[in-house]
């Protein structure tokens, strides 16, 4: 059965980083697409970036380009979030998603503008950024 396991996240003071990490199994990160969304606190959930396992193209939100960096472990099917400059409006909660290529990709590439496009998710990673 298909699990992505988060871990990171956290307090960080405003100017801070973070960094997220989002582990796939059993299966192969070649097949998958990884994507990073985010839901602040009474507001929808919004695509940060999203990363192809096969080839490790990314596409990033316009609003999330600068400080945040999607890459990837390939040997430990993991992908990562790296984030930079922290704000207070970085609070929320983190998610990692999941699903096959085919499903949130358009011409090859990743999707990250629609969360309800991907079906598998992490648990979910608190970032606060405060003080």
């Known amino acids: 059965q298909l699990q992505l396991v988060q871990s990171g996240g956290g307090l960080a003071q405003p100017g801070g980083s973070l960094r997220l990490s989002c582990t796939l199994s059993?299966?192969?990160?070649?097949?998958?697409?990884i994507g990073w969304f985010r839901q602040a606190p009474g507001k929808e959930r919004e695509g940060i970036a999203c990363l192809n396992g096969n080839d490790g193209r990314t596409d990033y939100a316009d609003s999330m380009k600068g400080r945040f960096t999607i890459s990837r472990d390939h040997t430990n099917n993991t992908v990562y979030l790296q984030m930079n400059d922290l704000r207070f409006e970085d609070t929320g909660a983190y998610f990692c998603?999941?699903?096959?290529?085919?499903?949130?990709?358009?011409?090859?590439?990743?999707?990250?503008?629609?969360?309800?496009?991907?079906?598998?998710w992490g648990q979910g990673s608190q970032v606060n950024v405060s003080p």
């Open positions: 998603a999941t699903d096959r290529l085919g499903q949130v990709t358009n011409q090859g590439l990743c999707v990250v503008a629609y969360w309800n496009l991907w079906h598998y």
């Open positions: 059993p299966f192969s990160l070649d097949y998958y697409a």
